[in-house]
């Protein structure tokens, strides 16, 4: 018996996570990891290696930011419709140290037509250490097969 269902919206975003982490080579090569996907939201982590510290002994703003920006991805990809940042800003509380486990946590602020806005803390424990506001476009196409293209298929 072949039976099609329709995917919850928290099913829909792990799905679009899953598919997004696959190609996602940048994130996965850093030792980031996903914690939590819902929709329009993201946890990632990543700990502090030695490679990530730069000449004031401290985590490389560059590796932050880098952090923020692919919790960032996961989402405002976790509607299923493909997105791009558009811009962001980012500002550095504190810094990170070696072997500090950094957690960034992505949340919608709004969404409406093709533009989103969200915001990222990064922090190490319960301290922000920094915070990103992140403007995301969606550029066409999908991570999962709408029911639609699944009976097409068959």
Same mark, same amino acid.
């Given at each position: 018996?072949?039976?099609?269902?329709?995917?919850?919206?928290?099913?829909?975003?792990?799905?679009?996570?899953?598919?997004?982490?696959?190609?996602?080579?940048?994130?996965?090569?850093?030792?980031?990891?996903?914690?939590?996907?819902?929709?329009?939201?993201?946890?990632?982590?990543?700990?502090?290696?030695?490679?990530?510290?730069?000449?004031?002994?401290?985590?490389?703003?560059?590796?932050?930011? !880098?952090?923020?920006?692919?919790?960032?991805?996961?989402?405002?990809?976790?509607?299923?419709?493909?997105?791009?940042?558009?811009?962001?800003?980012?500002?550095?509380?504190?810094?990170?140290?070696?072997?500090?486990?950094?957690?960034? !946590?992505?949340?919608?602020?709004?969404?409406?037509?093709?533009?989103?806005?969200?915001?990222?803390?990064?922090?190490?424990?319960?301290?922000?250490?920094?915070?990103?506001?992140?403007?995301?476009?969606?550029?066409?196409? !999908?991570?999962?097969?709408?029911?639609?293209?699944?009976?097409?298929?068959?």
């Amino acid at each position: 018996m072949n039976v099609k269902t329709t995917l919850s919206s928290e099913d829909l975003a792990r799905a679009c996570a899953d598919a997004m982490w696959r190609e996602d080579d940048a994130s996965k090569g850093l030792g980031m990891q996903i914690v939590q996907i819902k929709p329009g939201e993201a946890v990632l982590s990543m700990t502090i290696l030695p490679s990530m510290v730069n000449g004031h002994g401290i985590a490389h703003g560059g590796f932050i930011f !880098t952090l923020a920006d692919s919790a960032f991805a996961f989402a405002c990809n976790s509607h299923n419709q493909r997105a791009v940042a558009a811009q962001c800003h980012i500002s550095f509380i504190r810094p990170g140290k070696l072997g500090d486990r950094l957690v960034a !946590t992505a949340r919608e602020i709004s969404r409406s037509g093709r533009s989103g806005i969200y915001d990222v803390r990064v922090t190490v424990k319960e301290t922000a250490i920094a915070e990103l506001r992140g403007h995301s476009r969606t550029i066409g196409g !999908t991570w999962v097969p709408s029911a639609a293209e699944r009976d097409s298929e068959d």
